[in-house]
């Protein structure tokens, strides 16, 4: 039954080249941007867990 609606609708074989693309393309640009993230931000959020502790232990 699904695959004579599928079959019914025009055009059908471009969705998965879209979401292909789409799903290639949001992991090239997540390389992109880790390969050329700033080494100072990495270690600042890196150390933000830390000092959340720090700073909520302090307030009890």
């Given amino acids: ?14 969705y998965p080249i879209i979401s292909l693309l789409i799903f290639v393309t949001f992991f090239v640009g997540m390389f992109i941007w880790v390969v050329r993230v700033p080494k100072s931000y990495v270690d600042h959020m890196e ?6 502790n720090e700073s909520t232990s302090q307030q009890l």
């Avoid at 039954?1 to 471009?14: A, D, Q």
């Fill in 1 to 14: 039954m699904y695959k004579e609606i599928l079959r019914s609708i025009e055009n059908i074989e471009i």
């Fill in 47 to 52: 150390s933000l867990p830390m000092d959340e």
